[in-house]
């Protein structure tokens, strides 16, 4: 008897250390005071890896710890996201990513994490104007109009590349294409780089990508830019039109960045995380960056973060019942 309560006291306990106050206290208290790697479920050179590296050091510089950036690309991003869903919440590891957060297990029943459950929001770190649809200069068109008479033309011919179900790169395309009624076939890769790699070879066609990304290859020439998915024109490319002004009303795709911890971490440590972070996306230094690039920093409350994912969430999954039911 003695030694099954015994056992049961051992479980008690065992169950009682799990607790984010026990982690806390286990932790004296005190945080960090270990290295802390920010996973970026996606490969080195796409648009979260950047911002990630970017604010990496001020991060670092702030919180008295190094941290550590690590590539965990696959599926999407789905590979990285399951990871730090199951990584033991003690803030030592987190997840920074985009808008495919949530798109991503919408369009995949399959992804192993809830979007909203398995996470602590810390914060929307950063949104930027919309996408920008570049086409290799050996495509004949150089407008939206002309883009997609030559797809109805060419029923199926002309290819668009994605960084997989669900992100940034394929739900607009997929939009373009069932508002338009056009057939354009879709080419998946690893990520963003993988796709601007063949695009910039012109072994695809066209691309939804990042404003931060397509602004120098534009300005280079080495892509043409045909419009912008936002609700309004970008200052960067102030002559390229929107989506919607060039003849798909009521286009308006946006792409957003956000950092995320595993749930179950500290409040405490959430709080010290989301603080320090805000600060850094505030800094001057940091809003000249994000300006020139394309992107607007936003630094929200955690619980703001949590609504605003849980809300994309819900309205994603709507989008992608209506691309999976348009007609092929």
Partial sequence: MRRGFRHAAAALTALAVCTPSALWAQA??????????????????????????????????????????????????????????????????????????????????????????????VTLAAQNFGQVLVVHPKVPANNLEEL????????????????????????PAELMKQQADVDILGVQFKGV?????????????????????????????????????????????????????SGLPGFNVINWFGLWMPAGVPKEVVERVHAETVKVLHSPELGEVFDKLGLEPVGSSSQE???????NAAITSEIAKRIDNAPK
């Fill in 28 to 121: 004296g208290g005190s945080f960090p005071a270990q290295p802390i790697r920010a996973v970026v479920p996606s490969p080195p050179g796409g648009p979260p890896d950047q911002i990630m590296r970017w604010i990496a050091p001020k991060l670092s510089e702030a919180l008295g710890q190094p941290v550590v950036v690590e590539n965990r690309p696959g599926a999407g991003g789905m590979v990285g996201t399951a990871y730090v869903s199951r990584i033991k919440p003690d803030g030592y590891t987190w997840l920074f990513t985009t808008a495919s957060h949530v798109s991503i297990p919408a369009f995949t029943p399959s992804a192993s994490y809830d979007a909203v459950k398995d996470f602590e929001h």
């Fill in 148 to 171: 997609l008479a030559l797809a109805r033309k060419q029923p199926g011919k002309l290819t668009y590349g994605s960084a997989g179900l669900g992100t940034a790169s394929h739900i």
């Fill in 305 to 311: 973060f949590a609504k605003f994912v849980a809300d």
């Fill in 193 to 245: 780089a993988n796709a601007m790699s063949d695009l910039l070879g012109g072994h695809i066609d066209m691309f939804f990508v990042g404003t931060q990304t397509a602004l120098p290859l534009v300005q280079a020439g080495q892509l043409r830019a045909i419009a912008v998915t936002g609700a309004k024109r970008w200052k960067g490319l102030p002559d390229v039109p929107t989506m919607a002004e």
